[in-house]
Every structure is written in structure tokens, then in C-alpha cells.
């Protein structure tokens, strides 16, 4: 039985966000009831009113026990929404992800880096410096998480915070400490720490517009998940090199690792030469 079998979902497909959420607990066992406006008798009995002026409600009722009504127009709603997406991977696919990309998908503006807290769900849009661009590298290597080591390499991080006597990793601001962690927790907890302190120094360079001090920062980013969290791949180690060697400021794989992409922080003027340096070595790589 899928987690949300009994749950019946009311579609308001116009509604912001709407069509993803439905599509979301749809998968997760939910019954779908469609109603196109205007709304009539047919919506009574969900609970709260669910259009009222400008404001638009998603509403989900399980088994006529319980109603939810989520105002999509306001942050609460829209935070909402992206906890329920991260509790659909979680609970469904069996990746026991963060909420990283589902606020990125929600929050990310073009031109600009996003800046997270995920305990305090804090963000902040920051503009990247000017005449750069982000490019995607893709080889087309796939990946599956929950048959990765994903799952495990986020045990070790809580069993090296445990052993450290603190709630997370995060809360360690001293590298020296993960010394004393015995193998690989070593390993983890120091590439966890070292990358929040990249995380902060690259605000740091991006409030400076310094694209070059940023750039740097993904290149140490990308070795560290290669040699300390070891979540890289050879054929990605190539393409951060070979990228690095085309010009660009810095590069590192994307996402949780295991397969995927390289993001490449290339000046806007160098941009040509740079995907035709890479074509000559990679001829199936696309470049975005």
C-alpha cells in the first residue's frame, strides 16, 4: 500500500504550484478529485473555505476526518508544499535527501545564488558576479541514490555528530576535532564541516562580486566530495579537470553525487572557447 492510499486530494489545477502538488500525492497513493471553477456545491464538506478574494487554497481531507487548507500565495503555504515534496522522496523513493532542492527549485532567481539555511530555512538570493555565466556539463551518467551510498553517507555524518556530542555536523566549527574520529567517519565529518566554511566563504566572494575566490571555492568543493565523502565518479574527476583546463573559474559535480553533472563557473567571454575545448575531449557532453 503507496503512504497516502485514503487520502483524497482536491485539484485546483490553476492554483500555483497546484498541478505539482497533486502530481506529488498522486504517486504517493492519493485520490484525485478534480473541480474546475466555479466552485460549487461540489467543494463543500472540505473543510475551510478554499478561494477567498485572491488567495487560492490547496485543500487535501483524509477519509472526510481532517482537512488541510494551504494558502499557496503566502510563505507558509509555499514552505509547506516543499517539506511535502522532501517528505515524498524521503518516505517514497527511500532517499533520506535534505531540503536543498526543493527550495532551490522554488526560490532560485536566474543570475543569482542561493544561499540556504536548511535548519532555519533562512535564504537570501545573492547576484553572481557580473560576465560569468554557470554551465552544466553532462556526460549522461545516471544515478539512483537509494541504491547508492546516499543513505549510508548520511548515517555516517550522524554517527560522526554523535560521537562528537553535537546535533549536527554543522554545529562543529573546529576541523581539528574530526581527527578523532576513526575511519571513514574522519573523512565525512571533515568534508561536511570544510564545505559549510566554503559555503560562507563563497557568500563572502559573491557579496565582493569575486569570481575568481569563488570559483576556487567549488574546485576544493569538488575534491573533497571526490576524496573525502567520496560520492564522485572518474569520469566526472576528468571533466572538472579537463573544465579547469578550458578556462573556467571553478568546477564541482552537482547534487548528491553518485553520477550527474558538473556545474562550470566560466566567464561569459570565454564561453565559446570553453565548450569547444571540452567537445574535442568529451564529443557526447552537453553543455548548457
Same mark, same amino acid.
Given at each position: 500500500?503507496?503512504?497516502?492510499?485514503?487520502?483524497?486530494?482536491?485539484?485546483?489545477?490553476?492554483?500555483?504550484?497546484?498541478?505539482? *502538488?497533486?502530481?506529488?500525492?498522486?504517486?504517493?497513493?492519493?485520490?484525485?478529485?478534480?473541480?474546475?471553477? %466555479?466552485?460549487?456545491?461540489?467543494?463543500? $464538506?472540505?473543510? %475551510?473555505?478554499?478561494?477567498?478574494?485572491?488567495? +487560492?487554497?490547496?485543500?487535501?481531507?483524509? @477519509?472526510?476526518?481532517?482537512?488541510?487548507?494551504?494558502?499557496?500565495?503566502? %510563505?507558509?503555504? /509555499?514552505?509547506?508544499?516543499?517539506?511535502?515534496?522532501?517528505?515524498?522522496?524521503?518516505?517514497?523513493?527511500?532517499?533520506? *535527501?535534505?531540503?536543498?532542492?526543493?527550495?532551490?527549485?522554488?526560490?532560485?532567481?536566474? $543570475?543569482?545564488?542561493?544561499?540556504?539555511?536548511?535548519?532555519?530555512?533562512?535564504?537570501?538570493?545573492?547576484?553572481?558576479?557580473?560576465?560569468?555565466?554557470?554551465?552544466?556539463?553532462?556526460?549522461?551518467?545516471? @544515478?539512483?541514490?537509494?541504491?547508492?551510498?546516499?543513505?549510508?553517507?548520511?548515517?555516517?555524518? =550522524?554517527?560522526?555528530?554523535?560521537?562528537?556530542?553535537?546535533?549536527?555536523?554543522?554545529?562543529?566549527?573546529?576541523? *581539528?576535532?574530526? =581527527?578523532?574520529?576513526?575511519?571513514?567517519?574522519?573523512?565525512? +565529518?571533515?568534508?561536511?564541516?570544510?564545505?559549510?566554511?566554503?559555503?560562507?566563504?563563497?557568500?563572502?566572494?559573491?557579496?565582493? /562580486?569575486?569570481?575568481?575566490?569563488? $570559483?576556487?571555492?567549488?574546485?576544493?568543493?569538488?575534491?573533497?566530495?571526490? /576524496?573525502?565523502?567520496?560520492?564522485?565518479?572518474?569520469?566526472?574527476?576528468?571533466?572538472?579537470?579537463?573544465?579547469?583546463?578550458?578556462?573556467?573559474?571553478?568546477?564541482?559535480?552537482?547534487?548528491?553525487?553518485?553520477?550527474?553533472?558538473?556545474?562550470?563557473?566560466?566567464?561569459?567571454?570565454?564561453?565559446?572557447?570553453?565548450?569547444?575545448?571540452?567537445?574535442?575531449?568529451?564529443?557526447?557532453?552537453?553543455?548548457?
Amino acid at each position: 500500500m503507496k503512504p497516502l492510499s485514503g487520502l483524497k486530494v482536491l485539484d485546483l489545477s490553476r492554483v500555483l504550484a497546484g498541478p505539482l *502538488c497533486t502530481m506529488i500525492l498522486a504517486d504517493l497513493g492519493a485520490e484525485v478529485v478534480k473541480v474546475e471553477p %466555479p466552485w460549487g456545491d461540489e467543494t463543500r $464538506g472540505w473543510g %475551510p473555505p478554499f478561494v477567498e478574494g485572491e488567495s +487560492a487554497y490547496f485543500l487535501a481531507v483524509n @477519509r472526510g476526518k481532517r482537512s488541510v487548507a494551504l494558502d499557496l500565495k503566502r %510563505p507558509e503555504g /509555499q514552505e509547506a508544499v516543499r517539506r511535502l515534496a522532501q517528505k515524498a522522496e524521503v518516505e517514497y523513493v527511500g532517499v533520506r *535527501c535534505g531540503i536543498m532542492d526543493q527550495m532551490a527549485a522554488s526560490l532560485g532567481q536566474p $543570475g543569482q545564488a542561493l544561499f540556504l539555511d536548511t535548519r532555519t530555512l533562512a535564504y537570501e538570493n545573492l547576484p553572481l558576479p557580473p560576465g560569468v555565466r554557470v554551465a552544466v556539463l553532462d556526460l549522461g551518467l545516471g @544515478r539512483r541514490l537509494a541504491e547508492a551510498g546516499y543513505n549510508r553517507r548520511r548515517q555516517e555524518a =550522524e554517527e560522526a555528530a554523535k560521537r562528537l556530542g553535537v546535533r549536527s555536523l554543522r554545529d562543529v566549527a573546529d576541523l *581539528c576535532l574530526v =581527527e578523532s574520529l576513526p575511519s571513514p567517519l574522519d573523512r565525512r +565529518a571533515r568534508h561536511v564541516v570544510s564545505e559549510n566554511l566554503r559555503v560562507l566563504r563563497g557568500v563572502e566572494a559573491l557579496r565582493r /562580486q569575486d569570481a575568481r575566490a569563488f $570559483g576556487e571555492l567549488m574546485t576544493q568543493s569538488h575534491r573533497s566530495l571526490a /576524496q573525502d565523502y567520496e560520492v564522485s565518479l572518474p569520469e566526472l574527476d576528468a571533466l572538472v579537470e579537463e573544465a579547469l583546463r578550458a578556462g573556467a573559474y571553478g568546477a564541482k559535480l552537482t547534487g548528491a553525487g553518485f553520477g550527474g553533472a558538473v556545474v562550470a563557473l566560466v566567464a561569459e567571454s570565454r564561453f565559446p572557447a570553453f565548450r569547444e575545448a571540452l567537445a574535442r575531449r568529451f564529443p557526447d557532453l552537453k553543455v548548457l
